[in-house]
Every structure is written in structure tokens, then in C-alpha cells.
């Protein structure tokens, strides 16, 4: 391996080569915004829901991720935007645009994309299902069988748990929680024919689909409340009644004058749970103008935070109609395979001797996690040569996490036990504390990092006693210690005994449960310090004739990053990108854009691993990593890229970019600031083809 370059620095953007390349067109802008670039990402994976050979659960859960992700992304990025504005900040995207310029594209962005959704249910999934017998009826339109079997189950289910609130000048306006559904209903006395408006919250805790009967039919749990409004109200006449739903702003910033990070996470907790902060409402189109309006003045938001909705509201729901359990209409079932390495031999099964024998490089969903990652701690927590083990802990599964009892059953034992688990991982912040303290309370040495960053890496490392020597083993991933999404995320892991990235890794835990400044590491490559001087040096000893550039990711930010990227295709390098989500990049900004290539995966898995090569043959460079190349993961975050050395790993990585860069199935490409699925011309379907691989290579899968 090359001796790490370190990158020159070039905030201001590189001047226009002369040459055999042509200036880059006045009008292309050099960054993409950022906000349109996660919409586009969006817009690939609602674009799966429409298509025909995808089996017809499998789209209707595309749309609900696609509904998901637009949810957080108001509840976040809505909100750091709606906050920028309101407090008056100047300063402007890399893109070119004021705070208040970047929330109005916001709105006019997200509001298209609403609309998107609301087509693709209506003519795409919506009759799609239909066709497959499951079928989302309207209260109204069932027989008397249907309705009497509603109407117990309202009686028994749900008019138990309901609360009607009304608003009037003896009843203050309800604080309405964020992403909760709810009625807006409109009652008048029989006598005085006086009006009030009342609000009915549709409960979170029940199935947002009421199934009928030994049937595949549904209907929304708002239309079997509404059809018994009269038991909520007795003896009032029921006007008129809407469904809406609200969401408020998530993103919070810990406190930084708070000694005790773990009660700063809960105030973060409790902020978010009562924020004030609104950035969408979305009601029924049939909603009148002076319920609207009644919502938008008590809620004190801005009309143009309003969106008016079609099909039923909250399509994220649809992931109850995903999870039927009907296989004739889902993906072939698929059993990630064991890696050959990692197979029992004769005598039982020894993880540490098969990674002594050479690295392993486990590819998920394809390879088994609990095989790999699981064994790997499960193991170590039962070796009695075993003298310690380290953990990060980003996101990690529920209750029943291997990992959380495995090193739980290490601490009982007698172990050194460390875990890191980040408590800032936003959304599982409150389960992350539940696992925290459940390992303190076993004896586990729990920490929470440096302050400031969130710690993104994701290593484990073991300390084994061999024959009166101290070695050490490590596993180093590219996505989270969960079984759960290792069965759908696309990552990678290394497992390797290599004496200098142990080392690096038992420096870096050092410096996370300690105090340390400027450490210097044989092998790894960690942000913030290092990763972004180390990739930009990368990227310029490659800017030449001949240079080559393969970088997979989920994201691509950083403008120093870009500026790179653009001068080595400039200076002559052929570079290919594998972005799956957001992509700031424009080639069409680059004078050389015929060498600057952009495409982006989206199927079956989700792609996560993040790859780094640079060079070609025998001397290019290798990495695997935590990192996409953005500001928060290079600036804010402790990540690490670990580099891989062995030709069979390194063979392994150069399948997973050339099928990347082959697919014509799953594939789009951007070009001319539009993203284009691209034809499918050869069939080659790289997630297919990496299962195929998979099941040829190893044994115990199909």
C-alpha cells in the first residue's frame, strides 16, 4: 500500500483546465442542492413502486419507505431550514442560496413529491393490490356482514382508548403531537345549533388498517372512528369530519453546558416530544376552508406549510399490508449463506483460528450476519482466553439484540467489557439509553464518546490471551451491529487479526473513553481529523492521465470532496461514482464530464457499504468505511475507514464495484442534471447477481 497522501488544500474552486477539454457551460450550477438531491434519491425509490416485475407487496412497501423517508424529512431537514430562517441566519448553501430561498424551494420540492406519492397509491399500488385480493374499501361501501364485524371491533378495540377534545373558549386548543393522525370533527347542538369543532386523535397503539374478517380487505381506522362519532358525541348532530395530521420539527442540538450527557439526550428527548415547531400539515382534500384555516391559526404556522392529500393520509401504514404473510407475492425468501471461512470445521468452530488463517471480508445480506458479526462476540463472550472486549453501539436491534447478551454474558463473566453507544443516534436515542443502562447494570464499562460528535464507527475488538500471548481481533463494518437491517442493508465487514489495525483500534477506543489529541495511526483513517485530507490526497495523486477513481457511497456533500473529484477528471483520471442517495456533484459543471460518471443503485437492498479505491491493479488502494463523503460525517462524527490489504478480500470489493457498475436492471445514471433509469439492455441485475454469488460460494444458502 502507498504511503497515505495528505490533500492540498483548495477551498476556492479550481480554475478551468486548457486543452483537449472544452469550459464547462456558464449555466450548470457547480453544486447540486442538497435538498433536491435527497428528493431525487426519493424519487428512485418511489419510482420501484410503479414497476410491474416488482411483486406487488414489495411495491407497496416502497411507497411506505418512500413516505417514511419524506416524514423525517420534514421532521429534520424542514426543520433545520424553518429554524435558519427564523432565526435570521445569512449565511448561504453551497448551492448559492439564502435560508429563506433554500425553504421555499423546500416547500415547492416536497410539495411535487406529495403529489408523486399520491398518484403512484391512486393508479399504481392502490389498483395493484386490488388485483391481488387486498383491497383498502371505503366504510361506506360494505355490505351489513362487513360493517356489524366493525362495528364490534370498534366497540371492543377502540372506543376504550379514544378521547374527544373539544376546542372552544372552556377547552384551549389540544397540543396536537407530531406525526399523529387525527380528526377534526364539526358537531352543533340540536337546540342552540351553536358549532364547535372537536378533535378526535386516532390511536397510534392500533393497527392503521381495521382488517375485516378472515379476509385480505381493509379499512382505514379514521372511516370506522367516523362512522361512530355519534357515540363520542351523544345527542350532538355530526357536521362534518376531516382526517389531518401534523408534523413538527425533531432536530435539536444537546445542550453543551450540560456536564451529564445522558440527561442532556433525555431534555432532547422530552423537547422533541413537546416542539413547537410545525413544518407540515396535511389534510383531507375534502376538508372545509374554515376547519383549515381554524387548524393553521391555532396551530400559528404558515399557510404554505399546508398540504392537501389525496389518498389516505400516512401511506408509511402501508408497511401493515407489506408485512401479509402472502410469499407468493413478495421477493423469493432468501437465506443469507455462510462464508466458507467461517464453516464448522471438524472438531467444532474456531472464528479466531479461521480469521488467523487470513482476513475474512463478509458481504450482508448476501452472508450471514449472525454467522459472522454474532459469532464473532458470542464467541469471544464464552472463550475463557478471552481478557476483553470493545463495542460501539450505534443502532442496534430490540430487546432481544445477540449482541447487547453476549456482552452482558462477557461483564458476568469477568471479562473487561467496554461498550460505546452513541445516545445522540437520532430516533433510537431512547432505546440506546435502555441498552446503556442495562449494561451498566451488568457490569459492563459503558461510555458515551467525545463531545460533539456522534460516534458513527462502527468496530468491535477482542483481547485474547494465546499461549501467554496478548493478540488481538477486530471487526470493522460499514453499516450497524443489527441483525434485523443486516437482512436488508447492503455492507460490508472485515474481520482481521492484522497487528497495526488492531492496534489503530485499540488507540481509537483509548481516545474515546479518555483524553488523547492528535493521534497518529498506522493503518486506519478516522474523521474528523483525518478522513477528508486523506480522500481529497487520494483523489489528487490519481489527477493525471491515467489516474482511476471508484468510490461507492450513500452520500456525496462535501465541496472540497467535489472540487477534487472535478480537477482529477480535469487532469485526466477516469472516475466512476456509485452514489445511492444524495449526489451534490454536477458533472455537467466539470470540463471534462465524459470522465466523470455518476450513477446510483436502488433495489431489493438497500445499498450502504461504502467502497474507496484508488489506483487500479495491483497498486491501487483499498478502503472500506463508516463515512459518505458529507460535512456531517467528515466534521462532526468519529468514523473510521479501515484499508484492505489481501488479494482475495481486495478480488471481493473489484465483484461488488464492476456488477455495480454492469447493472442495467436496478441502475440509474444522472446526466445533464436529470437522473435517467437506465435501459435494460443485458439484464444484468447486480444484487441478483451478488446472491447468486453468494449461494455458488459458500455453502448453507439458496
Same mark, same amino acid.
Given at each position: 500500500?502507498?504511503?497515505?497522501?495528505?490533500?492540498?488544500?483548495?477551498?476556492?474552486?479550481?480554475?478551468?483546465?486548457? &486543452?483537449?477539454?472544452?469550459?464547462?457551460?456558464?449555466?450548470?450550477?457547480?453544486?447540486?442542492?442538497?435538498?433536491?438531491?435527497?428528493?431525487?434519491?426519493?424519487?428512485?425509490?418511489?419510482?420501484?413502486?410503479?414497476?410491474?416485475?416488482?411483486?406487488?407487496?414489495?411495491?407497496?412497501?416502497?411507497?411506505?419507505?418512500?413516505?417514511?423517508?419524506?416524514?423525517?424529512?420534514?421532521?429534520?431537514?424542514?426543520?433545520?431550514?424553518?429554524?435558519?430562517?427564523?432565526? &435570521?441566519?445569512?449565511?448561504?448553501?453551497?448551492?448559492?442560496?439564502?435560508?429563506?430561498?433554500?425553504?421555499?424551494?423546500?416547500?415547492?420540492?416536497?410539495?411535487?413529491?406529495?403529489?408523486?406519492?399520491?398518484?403512484?397509491?391512486?393508479?399504481?399500488?392502490?389498483?395493484?393490490?386490488?388485483?391481488?385480493?387486498?383491497?383498502?374499501?371505503?366504510?361506506?361501501?360494505?355490505?351489513?356482514?362487513?360493517?356489524?364485524?366493525?362495528?364490534?371491533?370498534?366497540?371492543?378495540?377502540?372506543?376504550?382508548?379514544?378521547?374527544?377534545?373539544?376546542?372552544?373558549?372552556?377547552?384551549?386548543?389540544?397540543?396536537?403531537?407530531?406525526?399523529?393522525?387525527?380528526?377534526?370533527?364539526?358537531?352543533?347542538?340540536?337546540?342552540?345549533?351553536?358549532?364547535?369543532?372537536?378533535?378526535?386523535?386516532?390511536?397510534?397503539?392500533?393497527?392503521?388498517?381495521?382488517?375485516?374478517?378472515?379476509?385480505?380487505?381493509?379499512?382505514?381506522?379514521?372511516?370506522?372512528?367516523?362512522?361512530?362519532?355519534?357515540?363520542?358525541?351523544? &345527542?350532538?348532530?355530526?357536521?362534518?369530519?376531516?382526517?389531518?395530521?401534523?408534523?413538527?420539527?425533531?432536530?435539536?442540538?444537546?445542550?453543551?453546558?450540560?456536564?451529564?450527557?445522558?440527561?442532556?439526550?433525555?431534555?432532547?428527548?422530552?423537547?422533541?416530544?413537546?416542539?413547537?415547531?410545525?413544518?407540515?400539515?396535511?389534510?383531507?382534500?375534502?376538508?372545509?376552508?374554515?376547519?383549515?384555516?381554524?387548524?393553521?391559526?391555532?396551530?400559528?404556522?404558515?399557510?404554505?406549510?399546508?398540504?392537501?392529500?389525496?389518498?389516505?393520509?400516512?401511506?408509511?401504514?402501508?408497511?401493515?399490508?407489506?408485512?401479509?404473510?402472502?410469499?407468493?407475492?413478495?421477493?423469493?425468501?432468501?437465506?443469507?449463506?455462510?462464508?466458507?471461512?467461517?464453516?464448522?470445521?471438524?472438531?467444532?468452530?474456531?472464528?479466531?483460528?479461521?480469521?488467523?488463517?487470513?482476513?475474512?471480508?463478509?458481504?450482508?445480506?448476501?452472508?450471514?450476519?449472525?454467522?459472522?458479526?454474532?459469532?464473532?462476540?458470542?464467541?469471544?463472550?464464552?472463550?475463557?482466553?478471552?481478557?476483553?472486549?470493545?463495542?460501539?453501539?450505534?443502532?442496534?436491534? &430490540?430487546?432481544?439484540?445477540?449482541?447487547?447478551?453476549?456482552?452482558?454474558?462477557?461483564?458476568?463473566?469477568?471479562?473487561?467489557?467496554?461498550?460505546?453507544?452513541?445516545?445522540?443516534?437520532?430516533?433510537?436515542?431512547?432505546?440506546?439509553?435502555?441498552?446503556?443502562?442495562?449494561?451498566?447494570?451488568?457490569?459492563?464499562?459503558?461510555?458515551?464518546?467525545?463531545?460533539?460528535?456522534?460516534?458513527?464507527?462502527?468496530?468491535?475488538?477482542?483481547?485474547?490471551?494465546?499461549?501467554?500471548?496478548?493478540?488481538?481481533?477486530?471487526?470493522?463494518?460499514?453499516?450497524?451491529?443489527?441483525?434485523?437491517?443486516?437482512?436488508?442493508?447492503?455492507?460490508?465487514?472485515?474481520?482481521?487479526?492484522?497487528?497495526?489495525?488492531?492496534?489503530?483500534?485499540?488507540?481509537?477506543?483509548?481516545?474515546?473513553?479518555?483524553?488523547?489529541?492528535?493521534?497518529?495511526?498506522?493503518?486506519?483513517?478516522?474523521?474528523?481529523?483525518?478522513?477528508?485530507?486523506?480522500?481529497?490526497?487520494?483523489?489528487?495523486?490519481?489527477?493525471?492521465?491515467?489516474?482511476?477513481?471508484?468510490?461507492?457511497?450513500?452520500?456525496?456533500?462535501?465541496?472540497?470532496?467535489?472540487?477534487?473529484?472535478?480537477?482529477?477528471?480535469?487532469?485526466?483520471?477516469?472516475?466512476?461514482?456509485?452514489?445511492?442517495?444524495?449526489?451534490?456533484?454536477?458533472?455537467?459543471?466539470?470540463?471534462?464530464?465524459?470522465?466523470?460518471?455518476?450513477?446510483?443503485?436502488?433495489?431489493?437492498?438497500?445499498?450502504?457499504?461504502?467502497?474507496?479505491?484508488?489506483?487500479?491493479?495491483?497498486?491501487?488502494?483499498?478502503?472500506?468505511?463508516?463515512?459518505?463523503?458529507?460535512?456531517?460525517?467528515?466534521?462532526?462524527?468519529?468514523?473510521?475507514?479501515?484499508?484492505?490489504?489481501?488479494?482475495?478480500?481486495?478480488?471481493?470489493?473489484?465483484?461488488?464495484?464492476?456488477?455495480?457498475?454492469?447493472?442495467?436492471?436496478?441502475?440509474?445514471?444522472?446526466?445533464?442534471?436529470?437522473?435517467?433509469?437506465?435501459?435494460?439492455?443485458?439484464?444484468?441485475?447486480?444484487?441478483?447477481?451478488?446472491?447468486?454469488?453468494?449461494?455458488?460460494?459458500?455453502?448453507?444458502?439458496?
Amino acid at each position: 500500500m502507498h504511503n497515505v497522501p495528505m490533500a492540498v488544500s483548495r477551498r476556492d474552486p479550481p480554475a478551468t483546465r486548457a &486543452g483537449d477539454v472544452s469550459a464547462p457551460h456558464e449555466v450548470a450550477p457547480r453544486y447540486l442542492n442538497r435538498d433536491v438531491a435527497w428528493l431525487d434519491f426519493n424519487r428512485r425509490v418511489l419510482a420501484l413502486a410503479s414497476r410491474l416485475e416488482v411483486p406487488v407487496l414489495e411495491r407497496a412497501k416502497f411507497l411506505a419507505i418512500a413516505a417514511h423517508n419524506l416524514d423525517e424529512f420534514f421532521q429534520v431537514r424542514g426543520a433545520v431550514l424553518a429554524q435558519n430562517v427564523e432565526t &435570521g441566519l445569512s449565511d448561504r448553501s453551497p448551492d448559492g442560496l439564502t435560508p429563506a430561498e433554500q425553504r421555499e424551494l423546500f416547500r415547492k420540492c416536497t410539495s411535487a413529491f406529495a403529489a408523486d406519492l399520491d398518484e403512484t397509491y391512486t393508479r399504481s399500488v392502490a389498483p395493484a393490490l386490488e388485483a391481488a385480493g387486498i383491497c383498502i374499501s371505503d366504510y361506506h361501501d360494505l355490505d351489513h356482514r362487513d360493517r356489524a364485524a366493525l362495528d364490534t371491533y370498534f366497540a371492543q378495540q377502540v372506543f376504550p382508548v379514544l378521547t374527544p377534545l373539544a376546542v372552544d373558549p372552556a377547552h384551549p386548543f389540544p397540543y396536537i403531537s407530531s406525526m399523529s393522525l387525527n380528526l377534526a370533527v364539526v358537531v352543533a347542538d340540536p337546540v342552540t345549533r351553536d358549532q364547535r369543532v372537536a378533535r378526535v386523535k386516532v390511536p397510534p397503539a392500533l393497527p392503521r388498517f381495521a382488517v375485516l374478517p378472515n379476509t385480505t380487505r381493509f379499512v382505514p381506522l379514521e372511516q370506522v372512528i367516523s362512522a361512530h362519532l355519534d357515540a363520542l358525541f351523544p &345527542g350532538m348532530d355530526i357536521l362534518a369530519h376531516q382526517p389531518f395530521r401534523l408534523t413538527r420539527g425533531a432536530d435539536f442540538q444537546l445542550d453543551s453546558d450540560e456536564d451529564d450527557l445522558l440527561e442532556a439526550v433525555r431534555d432532547v428527548l422530552k423537547r422533541r416530544r413537546l416542539s413547537p415547531l410545525v413544518v407540515r400539515l396535511e389534510v383531507d382534500e375534502r376538508m372545509s376552508d374554515e376547519v383549515r384555516d381554524l387548524l393553521v391559526r391555532e396551530l400559528e404556522m404558515d399557510e404554505r406549510d399546508v398540504q392537501v392529500v389525496h389518498a389516505p393520509l400516512d401511506l408509511a401504514a402501508l408497511f401493515q399490508l407489506a408485512a401479509l404473510d402472502l410469499p407468493e407475492i413478495k421477493y423469493p425468501q432468501w437465506a443469507p449463506t455462510v462464508p466458507a471461512a467461517l464453516l464448522p470445521q471438524e472438531g467444532g468452530f474456531d472464528i479466531f483460528a479461521a480469521v488467523r488463517a487470513g482476513d475474512v471480508l463478509v458481504h450482508h445480506p448476501y452472508e450471514d450476519f449472525d454467522a459472522s458479526a454474532v459469532a464473532f462476540i458470542e464467541q469471544a463472550a464464552s472463550d475463557p482466553s478471552v481478557l476483553a472486549i470493545k463495542q460501539t453501539l450505534y443502532r442496534t436491534s &430490540g430487546k432481544n439484540s445477540p449482541i447487547i447478551r453476549s456482552l452482558v454474558r462477557a461483564a458476568e463473566s469477568g471479562k473487561q467489557v467496554v461498550a460505546l453507544v452513541e445516545l445522540t443516534a437520532r430516533f433510537d436515542e431512547q432505546a440506546n439509553i435502555t441498552w446503556a443502562e442495562a449494561l451498566e447494570q451488568a457490569g459492563v464499562h459503558v461510555i458515551y464518546g467525545i463531545v460533539g460528535l456522534k460516534t458513527h464507527a462502527k468496530v468491535s475488538l477482542v483481547v485474547r490471551n494465546e499461549g501467554g500471548r496478548v493478540n488481538r481481533y477486530c471487526h470493522v463494518s460499514t453499516g450497524n451491529y443489527n441483525p434485523i437491517t443486516a437482512r436488508i442493508y447492503e455492507d460490508i465487514a472485515l474481520i482481521t487479526c492484522d497487528g497495526d489495525i488492531c492496534a489503530d483500534l485499540a488507540e481509537l477506543f483509548n481516545a474515546l473513553s479518555g483524553y488523547s489529541r492528535d493521534v497518529q495511526y498506522r493503518r486506519i483513517v478516522v474523521a474528523p481529523q483525518q478522513l477528508r485530507p486523506t480522500v481529497v490526497g487520494f483523489i489528487q495523486r490519481e489527477s493525471r492521465p491515467g489516474g482511476r477513481i471508484l468510490l461507492k457511497l450513500n452520500g456525496l456533500i462535501d465541496s472540497e470532496v467535489i472540487d477534487a473529484l472535478y480537477e482529477a477528471a480535469e487532469a485526466g483520471a477516469e472516475i466512476d461514482l456509485i452514489v445511492r442517495g444524495m449526489c451534490a456533484l454536477n458533472a455537467a459543471a466539470c470540463a471534462a464530464p465524459q470522465r466523470l460518471r455518476v450513477r446510483s443503485l436502488v433495489g431489493r437492498y438497500l445499498e450502504h457499504s461504502r467502497i474507496f479505491r484508488f489506483g487500479a491493479g495491483d497498486d491501487a488502494d483499498y478502503f472500506i468505511s463508516s463515512a459518505d463523503l458529507m460535512p456531517r460525517n467528515l466534521d462532526r462524527r468519529v468514523e473510521v475507514a479501515v484499508p484492505v490489504f489481501q488479494h482475495g478480500s481486495r478480488k471481493r470489493l473489484d465483484e461488488i464495484l464492476d456488477l455495480s457498475l454492469a447493472d442495467d436492471v436496478l441502475a440509474w445514471e444522472f446526466d445533464s442534471a436529470t437522473w435517467r433509469k437506465v435501459p435494460t439492455t443485458k439484464g444484468i441485475n447486480a444484487q441478483a447477481a451478488l446472491q447468486e454469488g453468494a449461494a455458488r460460494r459458500n455453502r448453507g444458502g439458496g
